[in-house]
């Protein structure tokens, strides 16, 4: 007997001594953190000697950006997998783990094919594709057909209507969007810009954002506050889940945002549960739908030990697999990267709009992709934002984006 307890504590040294701690950032609050503890239970049991610690990091993409950039810097060798915004794998690339080789281990022909070149820089693949992303209308079908409707809004034009309508009649808010001094506000903004016929680049990467059609969409959201008063003053402060929980409250008629609000504005607690449908985007003046790509990819930091290296792989190919990405999509609701996963009868249960609204999400627009794109965002955000708090005039606003990007970009 006392051999096999020295045999036991041996066991259990040895297996203590091979164990190997990483650090995951993630998203700080709410249902997505929520999953990921349970995903990583899941992981444990499979990897029993891979310790992960969650650093929760803020909502703002913006700050989250600022503490990597804070990170790396320093040379720090935590977080080992850090969740990047889709935007950032060209300028952290440099910090970043080279996982071309690793290309078959993580599947990476199986996702879809826009996920895989958002982390593909200068030929190298420097991450591995989470959960994407595209901006969807959200809106109260049941208020819809109260007020004589059969269909969300084609247009704006429609969309401005039916909200001014059914706000005034319901005590309530028209439209609730992202309109504080953030990445968010870039990517509604780009929303407008593109569906109202204009552009931030060419194709050729020359500035173009100095046109008319500019400035109508710009124009428009700002009319959408002040002259239609379907948007509150406030939205100049709200972030996705400043939106999001107004929503939910039942106090909007509709609401832009990502796919992640689905499974929380259908959850239990919320009032408004069964009550919500998702559309496309409306269409501008030219006849046009934009929605902006988004979505999260897993990279690995450069610093971090080879032990922890090779950990992290085993980290991100298990949160990214199949049957992860599924469970991901039913119980955060934030799309799959995974074309098969599309096909699954769950999922179509689940979150029946992922599967029809497939298109939005394949054809999602890029942001600007340019090397210095936190510079491009920052001058976007200080631009756009000054015209919706009404400390400048759109036409000046879009005549200043041009300029500082033309610097920027040395046009």
């Known amino acids: 007997m006392k051999k096999y307890f020295v045999l036991l504590l041996a066991v259990l040294l040895v ?15 709410g249902k997505e953190l929520e999953v990921l503890k349970k995903q990583l239970e899941m992981f444990h049991q499979q990897y029993p000697d891979i310790e992960v610690e969650i650093i929760p990091m803020p909502d703002s993409s913006t700050e989250r950006h600022d503490l990597y950039v804070t990170y790396f810097a320093a040379g720090e060798t935590d977080p080992d997998v850090l969740m990047l915004d889709v935007i950032w794998p060209a300028e952290f690339a440099p910090f970043l783990e080279d996982l071309t080789a690793d290309k078959d281990y993580f599947e990476l022909g199986e996702f879809l094919p826009g996920t895989v070149m958002s982390v593909t820089v200068n030929g190298r693949i420097v991450a591995v594709p989470w959960f ?23 247009t704006w034009d429609e969309l401005v209507e039916m909200a001014k309508k059914i706000s005034q009649a319901e005590g309530i808010h028209g439209f609730v969007w992202q309109g504080a001094r953030y990445e968010g506000l870039v990517c509604d903004f780009l929303e407008y810009l593109w569906s109202f016929g204009g552009d931030v680049l060419d194709e050729s990467g020359k500035v173009v954002i100095d046109s008319p059609e500019a400035v109508a969409a710009l124009q428009f959201m700002v009319d959408l506050i002040y002259k239609h008063k379907v948007t509150p003053e406030g939205v100049t402060t709200y972030m996705e889940e400043d939106a999001r929980r107004i929503f939910q409250n039942g106090e909007a008629v509709f609401m832009r945002n990502w796919p992640y609000a689905w499974s929380l504005v259908n959850s239990d607690e919320s009032p408004i549960k069964g009550k919500v449908g998702v559309a496309p985007l409306p269409m501008g003046p030219g006849g046009r739908r934009a929605a902006t790509l988004g979505g999260w990819v897993l990279g690995i930091n450069k610093f971090s030990s080879p032990e922890e290296k090779e950990a992290a792989k085993k980290l991100i190919k298990f949160l990214t697999s199949y049957d992860q990405q599924l469970y991901k999509a039913i119980n955060a609701g934030q799309n799959p990267t995974r074309k098969a996963v599309y096909k699954d009868p769950k999922l179509k249960e689940a979150a029946p709009f992922m599967v029809e609204l497939l298109g939005v999400f394949i054809n999602a627009l890029p942001r600007p992709r340019v090397a210095n794109y936190t510079e491009v965002s920052d001058v976007i955000q200080r631009y756009v934002h000054a015209a919706l708090t009404r400390q400048t005039t759109p036409e000046d606003a879009i005549k200043n984006i041009a300029k500082e990007l033309k610097f920027l970009l040395g046009q």
Request: glycine share 16%; net charge positive; no cysteine.
């Open 15 to 29: 297996g203590g001594l091979f164990a190997v701690k990483i650090t995951m950032t993630s998203g700080g609050v």
């Open 132 to 154: 994407t992303d595209a901006g969807l209308l959200y809106y109260r079908k049941d208020l819809l057909e109260k007020y004589g409707y059969d269909h969300a809004p084609r």
